[in-house]
Structures are given as C-alpha cells and as structure tokens.
C-alpha cells in the first residue's frame, strides 16, 4: 500500500462507474484513490463461483449491458465483448401454455405467425413494431445527450421534436406509458410484454402519476439508442475487470477490503483496512456508493438532512428495491409445454412467466398488500447459451446451462432482518412454481449439484442484496430514477450540476447509479464526475 494520503481525487466505492472516473481521472494526470469495501473491485458488476467446487462463473448480479457507450469503450480502451442475442422474448401464454409469443429479431414472417398464434388481434404485430419505431426515434434523439453536459426540459424536447419524435415524448415523458400501451395494443399479453420494460426494479403500476414507470421504460430502451441488451462475453466481471485493468494501467490506485468510516468536511476520507485506521484527503470526493449511504458516511441521517441539500432531498435516492434474484445451474435447458418451439430458442432472449398486463397489475396490487404474489410474475436470461465459456469445457460438454430469474413486484417492504431467512424460501418456492407453470418437466429435477450433493440454486432478496453489495432497501438503480433532463429553470451554474453529479458539498461529487443518468452498468454516473473535475480544473499531464 503506497504511504500517500493526499490525493487529487479519492473515489469511494470500486464498482464499475468508480473505476470508470478513475480511469478517466488517472489518465488524465490526477492521483486517484479508490475504496473499495469488498474484497474485490467491480461492486454488483462482477462474475462469480457462486456455487462450491462448481466451475462456474454466473454474473451473480448484474447481467446484461445496454448502457454502455462506445465513447468510454473506446476512450478507455476496454477489451470486452458484447454479444447480440438473436431473440428478443419468449412469452408462454399462462391461460395455454402450449402456445407462446416468440420475438425473433432474425424472422420477421414467425414473429408475426406468432402474434396470431397467441391470438393477438389482427395487426398487432405491425402495432407492436410501429409502437417501437417511435420510441426510438426519440431514444436515439437522446442517447447522445447521455454523456454530454445536461439539458433542460425544453431543450431536451427541441431535440426530440426535430428528430420527428413530438409523439413518443408525449407517450414516454408527459403521460403515464400505461396510457400509450393500451392505446397502441390489444393483446393482455402482448401489451404485458411491453410493460415489463417499465418495471424492473421498479415497484409501479403503468398508470402512476409519479412516472416512476416512464423513466424506467426510457432507461431499458435508450441504450444506443436502440435498446438491444447484450451479454457480455465472459460474464460481467470482464467489463468490470477491464475497467479495473485500465483504471491501475492509468496509475490509479486501488485499494480492496477498505472500508470507509466517514467522508468529513474539507475532502478528508476515513477508512479501515489492513487492521488498522486511515484518512486520506482529496480536492474531490467521488461517491460511487448509493447517495443513502453517502448521507450515513457523512454523518448525516435522513432526518437530519437541511430542507434542499442535495444528496438528501431527493426523494428517488430513497426509493425501495422491487425484486428477487435467481441463479440457477442446470444439467440442461428444461422441455417446454409449447412443443412448436425449441429450448434454445425459448431462452435465447428473455423468458417472460406470468407477466400478461393484468397479471402485472394484480401482483403489484397483492405484494402493496404485504404479500407475495401468485403467480410471480418473473422474467429468466440463459447467459451460457450465448456464452458458453462462463462454464468450464467439462461442463459445456455436459449440456449444462446457467439461468437467471428476475422476479418482479417483490418489494423490500416485504422482507425484514427478522423474516429474511423465510421471506427468501417463500420466494424461491414462488419462482420455482412460475417457472414450473410453463415447463413439460419441474426444473427442480434439473438442478445440477455441488460436491456435497446441495442443489446449484441461491435467492437473494432486497435485504440480500443491500447486505452483500450496499444497496439501499435492495435498489438495483441504487435508488429511483431520474430523467436525462433537468426542469426548465434548474440551474446548471456549475461543472457539477451541468454533469449532473452535484450534491451540496462541492468538493464531494456523484459518480455512481445514484448520479442524474446512472443506473445499469453503463459506466455514464463515472464519466460525468470526472468530467465535471477535469471541467473544474486547467488541464494536466503525466509528467
């Protein structure tokens, strides 16, 4: 460990968008020092042998990438691959799981015979993909503003409006999405399809006023403008390993198991690591852990917080998680009920169990009750099938297979430090038995072993989650979503509130999924604090 405790930035947190602003800080000239608490860096954006003696490496919480620009790719050199699925969703009809929605981007004539198999209303398939169209037209108006300085409402929608895209900000920004949804399309399950775009990780009905649901629907859609979800090649640990890679190649420094204490007026950073205290201080602090947690390191609980101070007074950064996570490995893809498709075509894209629009809304209306819902509506991705070489060669010869769950309309209201342990056996039973609903054969018989015999399968909760990688009430956005845009009149007076990554300290910077336009693995929330510094201060070199 170097001796030095003055620094040009300290960055509090590794997780990928942390070793992102130290990348970009670093190689620029800036002496960096980033904290990470876990014994590795990459926060929720790694790779992991989840199960005992098993050789496989599942991206055990993240899992997909949409997010991430090019522009940091290339500006930071990182060497990972990203792979297209070919298809986009496979949705069993749960009134007759022997007929299904199968999107194939690769077949335009079976996309469409399949919205007449699940009878669709005629011509909803053209509606389907003209109800897209629109979106991304406005998608790719706004995908470029993402790493660019911030623009307000009315510029933002100027932008829109030139790129032909009036009525897509009117469906997606200025309305409830459920207004659009049904307007556009007839089928409960196709309009349920779309709708799940709107609510991962998002506890929202499609008609909530608060729009919580739109900017989530943004969000999964704005992603290069097209809103393709890839798979990272070698799993998520090789994007947040590259960052790691470029970030130590540029001269940061990176300290593992360093837990930070308290973030101090002044730029001073107190930290345990080695057994021992530390404090190291900084022109700029970089938060890549959730704006909650901020608020606790500076010694500042919520009810404490000054009426305007900004990494208090949004009330988004307070937002509760919404999900139970799945990981499962299995000795082979399981045998569907609907016999006209294969399994490797069913999960090539996203599986899609129990999430017809009206199922969506009766779940949300039995978990804002205190329960969880049945039929869990839950969505499943197979990264081994589009990369296998997450398994060992032993296993891929073996036909095994990974699978993700994502259950949603699982609050954290609805999981306690006392019913935890139970909460998450109920919860995995209720995957299981949605999963079940749709499968020729239980996907318990299935579950490879680990050398002791216990089954390949781990749950995690909102609490599971806040406890192994710190965040807030198990938020995946590391609290609610904000709009690409600032209100018309908000000022942008200032490198860190044009970035979008301002707090009310201005030595003390945003850089993680809590920064205006983070969330996912993107990398965006760690560009824009460091280019907020290098914005702040006359250029440097190495040197």
Same mark, same amino acid.
């Given at each position: ?11 509090v ?17 800036r ?19 989840a ?48 007929? *299904?929605? !199968?999107?194939?981007?690769? @077949?335009?004539? +079976?996309? =469409? /015979?399949?919205?007449a &198999?699940?009878? %669709?209303p ?14 991304r ?10 790493? *660019?300085? !911030?623009?307000?409402?009315? @510029?933002?929608? +100027?932008? =829109? /409006?030139?790129?032909? &895209?009036?009525? %897509? ?11 659009a949804?049904?307007?556009e ?8 399809v ?11 009905? +499609?008609?909530? /006023? ?45 300290l ?38 901020l ?8 009810a404490?917080?000054?009426a ?5 007074a ?47 809304d ?27 070489s ?13 699978l ?16 935890n ?17 749709v499968?020729?054969e239980?996907?318990?018989d299935?579950l490879?072993t ?72 993107s990398a965006?929330?760690?560009h ?11 250029p440097?070199?190495?040197?």
């Open positions: 460990m170097s001796s030095t405790t003055e620094f040009d930035a300290i960055i947190g590794g997780g990928h968008n942390g070793l992102a602003a130290a990348a970009y800080l670093a190689k620029s000239g002496d960096v020092l980033v904290l990470e608490k876990l014994e590795h860096a990459g926060g929720a954006a790694v790779s992991a042998h199960f005992d003696g098993v050789d496989a490496r599942l991206s055990r919480y993240s899992y997909l990438v949409s997010l991430l620009p090019r522009q940091i790719i290339d500006d930071l050199g990182l060497r990972i691959t990203l792979a297209r699925r070919r298809y986009s969703s496979y949705t069993p009809d749960p009134a007759d799981g022997s007929r *299904a929605l !199968l999107v194939d981007n690769g @077949d335009e004539a +079976a996309t =469409a /015979a399949s919205f &198999a699940v009878g %669709a005629d011509g909803e398939f053209g509606a389907f993909t003209a109800f897209y169209a629109a979106c037209q406005l998608t790719e108006a706004l995908w470029p503003t993402m790493t *660019a300085p !911030l623009l307000a409402r009315s @510029d933002a929608r +100027a932008l =829109a /409006a030139r790129a032909g &895209a009036d009525a %897509a900000w009117e469906a997606m920004i200025e309305h409830p999405i459920g207004q949804i049904r307007r399309l007839g089928s409960d399950l196709v309009r349920g779309v709708l799940t775009d709107a609510l991962i990780g998002t506890f929202a009905r +499609a008609d909530d /006023a608060d729009l919580q649901q739109n900017i989530c629907f943004l969000y999964h859609l704005i992603g290069g403008g097209t809103g393709d979800w890839d798979v990272p090649v070698g799993g998520m640990g090789a994007v947040s390993g590259e960052l790691e890679r470029a970030a130590r190649d540029a001269g940061a420094t990176i593992t198991s360093a837990d930070v204490t308290a973030v101090r007026p002044g730029g001073t950073v107190d930290y345990r690591h080695g057994g021992q205290d530390h404090s190291a201080s900084a022109r700029w602090v970089l938060s890549n852990v959730a704006p909650v947690v608020d606790r390191l500076r010694g500042r609980p919520a404490d917080l000054p305007g101070a900004a990494a208090g949004n009330p988004n950064h307070r937002r509760e998680g919404a999900q139970v996570k799945v990981n499962l490995l299995l000795k082979r893809l399981p045998r569907l009920l609907d016999g006209s498709v294969s399994p490797e075509a069913a999960f090539g894209g996203t599986f899609h169990i129990n999430e017809t629009w009206s199922q969506l009766a779940a949300y209306s039995t978990a804002a009750a205190g329960c969880v819902p049945s039929p869990l509506p839950c969505e499943i991705y197979c990264h081994s099938l589009t990369d296998p997450i398994l060992s060669p032993e296993l891929q010869a073996a036909g095994a297979q990974t993700t769950v994502f259950g949603l309309h699982v609050p954290d209201r609805l999981v306690t430090a006392e019913n342990g139970d909460r998450r056996a109920e919860l995995q039973a209720a995957v299981l038995a949605s999963l079940n609903s499968l020729a239980p996907v318990e299935l490879l680990d050398p002791d015999g216990r089954p390949c399968i781990e749950t995690k909760t909102t609490l599971d989650i806040e406890r192994a990688v710190g965040m807030p009430r198990g938020n995946i956005f590391h609290g609610g979503l904000d709009w690409p845009f600032v209100e018309d009149g908000e000022p942008l007076d200032t490198p860190a509130r044009r970035w979008g990554v301002a707090t009310d300290d201005p030595q003390i910077l945003l850089c993680g999924s809590g920064a205006r336009r983070g969330g996912a693995v965006i929330g760690g824009n604090a460091a280019m907020a510094v290098l914005e702040s201060e006359p440097r070199r190495h040197g």
